[in-house]
């Protein structure tokens, strides 16, 4: 089964090679420039690795344009990959990156943001600086230096994002239109 290619547009068609295929196709109008998929170009690298060693310059040559014209990859990228010496890219896997607002942080968010009355992010933060000291004032709020910080620096995106979850949870209470005029 290892031998095998899973999608039939990469054979040859005709008794043609692959990249007379390819030609063919692109100028009769197939494909429509589609990508060919990861594990197809997986399956394609694993059945043309053992011919491509096996091969003369010139086959390799002939088989390199096959690759490149097939997976979009660029020749001395499709030589390292058919070599076996790099492997080959899977996708892009990303690290999570560390939260950087922990639970007290968004606890005490929602209680600044319900005691300004429920605002938006941007004018939140704008008032920050004088809610904060006014609800520790009055014994409302109590916080530690470090989270303290924490709200200092806080984004306004920040603050929508911690705050989404939120107010999800609470019904809109949209007027309908015209409803705040008063009638004769």
């Given amino acids: ?8 547009k990469l054979l040859p068609t005709k008794g043609h090679c692959l990249t007379q295929s390819v030609t063919e196709r692109n100028r009769t109008g197939g494909d429509d420039g589609e990508q060919v998929d990861p594990q197809t170009r997986r399956e394609l690298v694993v059945a043309l690795r053992a011919r491509y060693a096996a091969s003369s310059r010139i086959e390799k040559a002939r088989i390199l344009d096959e690759f490149t014209s097939i997976s979009g990859y660029h020749r ?31 606890q005490a968010l929602i209680v600044l943001w319900e005691a300004s ?12 600086p004088v809610l ?3 609800l ?30 939120v107010r999800s949870t609470i019904p809109s209470r949209r007027r309908k239109p ?6 004769p």
């Fill in 76 to 106: 001395k990228s499709a030589t390292r990959i058919l070599n076996g010496s790099s492997e080959l890219p899977e996708g892009v896997r990303r690290r999570p990156r560390p939260r950087l607002y922990v639970e007290a942080v968004r």
């Fill in 1 to 8: 089964m290892a031998g095998r290619i899973a999608s039939l």
């Fill in 117 to 128: 009355d429920r605002i938006c992010g941007k004018r939140l933060k704008a008032l920050l």
């Fill in 136 to 165: 520790e004032r009055n014994g409302h709020l109590k916080l530690a230096p470090a989270i303290r910080a924490r709200l200092a620096d806080i984004s306004t995106a920040s603050i929508d994002r911690l705050l989404q979850q």
């Fill in 178 to 183: 015209g409803s705040h005029r008063t009638t």
């Fill in 132 to 134: 904060l000291p006014a």
